[in-house]
């Protein structure tokens, strides 16, 4: 007798996907109860605002490279739009960066400063797996890491950020709006991510390339996880 092995339809294998990701351990780490919990002292939330914006100001060029290696402009199209988001809109003052050091302004911190520091060794690694997953892996990897493996779970790993954030007297809602702009918009980006990998979730082989990436990403997130909660509540 022959069996063959039936392969989900796109939506269905991407929400799949997203399924199994919402119990991954990048989702449910300790370092975020942590800090949803006010246990991050002041001095320690500006251990975590220096690391994580090493990681964050690059965003852009990760989503540049992998729109560079995408073969088809019709779902690329989706990330361009996300892109020129990441960007402003052209508003050079609205641009994510630029949010992001208008809450290391709020910290009293220097972001030229910040720029030479050091990385723990979990923030260099996630750093140095985005730029390889995105620049030199397979577009579907990459598409996998950026959208089911990040922007689909910002919204749900910014909020603990943002509440512990909201603990901290001397931070207003327009110091953190980094984190808010993100838990909001990044729905409409991870939409976005999925409309174009609609188009490619169709073979065994291109779901598994996905999944893969999501699932590299996810590792390297948990590891930058680990270093932050030694370093911020050790």
Known sequence: MITTTLVPGPREYLESLEEEIRS??????????????????LDRIRIFARQYYLYSRWFAMYVSAVIANMPDERPRAHLIKNLYEEYGEGKPECAHPAIFRRFLKALRLDAAEVERTEPLPETRLFIHEYLFVCRDGHFLEALGALGPGTEAIV??????????????????????????????????????????LLEY?????????????????LGARTVLWNGLERVCCG
């Open 201 to 217: 979730a169709v073979t065994e082989e291109n779901q598994a390339l996905i999944r893969q990436g999501a699932m590299e990403i």
């Open 155 to 196: 919204p749900y790993i910014y909020h603990p950020i943002y509440e512990g954030l909201r603990k901290e007297p001397s931070l207003s809602e327009k110091d953190i709006e980094f984190f808010t702009l993100h838990m909001q918009m990044d729905v409409e980006h991870s939409a976005n991510i999925k409309e174009a």
């Open 24 to 41: 991954h351990p990048a989702m449910n780490h300790p370092f975020l109860n942590k800090f949803s919990s006010g246990k991050l002292t």
